[in-house]
């Protein structure tokens, strides 16, 4: 099964030259490769959505930075996108 914290916790690292070195100030480690990514741009903050691969599969992290530089960051297995996709359709019928 898919771990997302083992990017941030040096689990499963990958050598590959265009992966994304994270985490706890690792050096070189290599812990998983950006597939895409989206930036949106709203009022008061900065979205970033990554697809991501790692040795333990493909994940999404969403990641919020506020005007005062403040980041939170989420991640979800990619096998659980539908879900959450019916989750924020649901969500906009009640605006």
Do not use: C, W
Request: charge should be neutral.
């Amino acid at each position: 099964m898919f771990d997302p914290m083992a990017e941030l916790t040096g689990g499963a690292p990958q050598q590959d030259s265009g992966s994304f070195g994270g985490g706890n100030g690792g050096g070189n480690r290599q812990y998983a490769d950006e597939i895409h990514s989206i930036t949106i741009h709203a009022r008061q903050r900065t979205f970033y959505i990554d697809l991501k691969q790692s040795g333990n599969g493909k994940f999404f992290k969403i990641s919020e930075k506020s005007r005062g530089g403040r980041k939170t960051t989420i991640m979800f297995d990619s096998e659980d996108l539908e879900q959450i996709i019916v989750a924020l359709q649901e969500m906009k019928t009640k605006l």
